[in-house]
């Protein structure tokens, strides 16, 4: 069983920069792939970032790249996601989750997770 925490989300403007986290409880956070989605307002979650287990390869949705960054720190149990260059359109309650296994990054890329948390709201303001 892993429980997963968000924190980080808040309001920005528009052209800011937030960075949220994502804390995991257990000792094998380590062999988890981790991922970022979020959902909008009225809209179906899409996935944003994922990264391996092992090597720690990262993946991004189209419409963050370049803008977003995916991390993960295995003693911290935690995973993160340096989000800037904000725009309106980023606003949505962002969620980790974690899927083990090598397999796990595909299976979050497709927005499937074992587990998942509450989420933590970003708000970009024009």
């Known amino acids: 069983q892993v429980q997963l925490v968000e924190s980080g989300g808040g309001l920005v403007q528009a052209g800011g920069s937030l960075r949220l986290s994502c804390a995991a409880s257990?000792?094998?956070?380590?062999?988890?792939?981790m991922g970022w989605f979020r959902q909008a307002p009225g809209k179906e979650r899409e996935f944003v970032a994922a990264?391996?287990?092992?090597?720690?390869?990262?993946y991004y949705a189209d419409s963050v790249k370049g803008r977003f960054t995916i991390s993960r720190d295995n003693d911290k149990n935690t995973v993160y996601l340096q989000m800037n260059s904000l725009k309106p359109e980023d606003t949505a309650v962002y969620s980790c989750?974690?899927?083990?296994?090598?397999?796990?990054?595909?299976?979050?890329?497709?927005?499937?997770?074992?587990?998942w948390g509450q989420g933590t709201q970003v708000t970009v303001s024009s």
């Open positions: 257990g000792r094998t956070f380590s062999s988890y792939a």
């Open positions: 989750a974690a899927d083990p296994g090598p397999e796990g990054k595909d299976r979050l890329r497709v927005g499937k997770g074992r587990y």
């Open positions: 990264i391996s287990w092992s090597v720690g390869s990262t």
